[in-house]
């Protein structure tokens, strides 16, 4: 896709990978509506950015609810043709604690929900909007992408959860990329490392240096602005389909 004239929707777009990537997509251009449930930081990002950048108050997890913030994009002056999956959330428990207690199951319910459940909903909600759009070069309408995790592929201890609901991430993108072919729509999925985001933000200054040092080259943590980029780079190569890029210094993680 050449022209970001198009308008977008961002899940998770209010704070992180997801603010990151709002700002750059409106900076191109492009008429973003923000997916959060973080209502005052959504409202207040919308309103600083301005133009054509909105916010809608969204669970991705309800049908409802993504329903009517697809609904807001399409109802702009322009074709929804781009939609960047970043909501998620964490969390840390081992499948049977040190106590011989079992792993929770709602926080693996609710991980599994937010995180994989919640991609497929803006994914296949936002694809449907594209598929009536007029296509453009090589018949291409629109492009989804995907953010996964390389716990997807590296989980470490503690992270069942969030490593299984990455991990259908990953296993989603080919065959929903196989299966939007025949509408000219893309998909693809970034799996970031050890990206400095609020959650990382949240640690002492040595602990951030320790997991820094850790990663092979470049020795820093990744910027949300690094996703942002690579987000747009994937929006803009037309022969990128189906998809996992690694984004993450070539780290890959131990079991601790």
């Known amino acids: 896709m050449k022209s970001f004239d198009v308008a977008a929707v961002v899940s998770g ?56 913030a697809i609904e807001e994009a399409t109802g702009k002056d322009r074709p929804l043709r781009i939609a960047v999956n970043c909501a998620g959330i964490g969390w840390a428990q081992r499948t049977v604690g ?11 319910v609710k991980l599994v929900m937010v995180n994989l459940v ?5 994914l296949r909600l936002a694809a449907a909007a594209m598929a009536e759009t007029e296509p453009l070069e090589d018949g291409e309408r629109g492009v989804v992408v995907n953010t996964a995790s390389i716990a997807a592929y590296d989980g470490q201890i503690g992270q069942i959860a969030y490593a299984a609901s990455k ?19 893309r998909v693809c999925t970034i799996a970031p490392g050890l990206v400095d985001t609020p959650l990382l933000g949240s640690l002492p200054a040595e ?12 020795k820093r943590l990744g910027r949300p602005a690094d996703f942002a980029q690579l987000a747009l780079d994937v929006i ?17 993680m131990a079991p601790r």
């Open 236 to 252: 803009e190569h037309g022969y990128l389909n189906g998809e996992v890029i690694r984004m993450d210094g070539a780290l890959r």
């Open 118 to 122: 919640g991609t497929f909903n803006v």
């Open 207 to 218: 602990a951030r240096q320790a997991l820094a040092a850790g990663i092979p080259f470049p």
């Open 167 to 185: 991990g259908g991430i990953v296993g989603l993108t080919l065959p929903a990329a196989r299966d939007l072919s025949n509408v000219g729509v």
């Open 13 to 68: 777009g209010a704070s992180g990978l997801g603010e990151a990537t709002t700002r750059e997509l409106v900076a191109r251009g492009a008429a973003v509506t923000i997916l959060d449930l973080q209502e005052d930081r959504g409202r207040a990002l919308a309103e600083e950015l301005g133009g054509h950048t909105t916010f809608v108050r969204t669970d991705v997890t309800d049908d409802a609810s993504t329903r009517a």
């Open 98 to 108: 040190r106590d011989n207690s079992p792993h929770d199951l709602d926080p693996f």
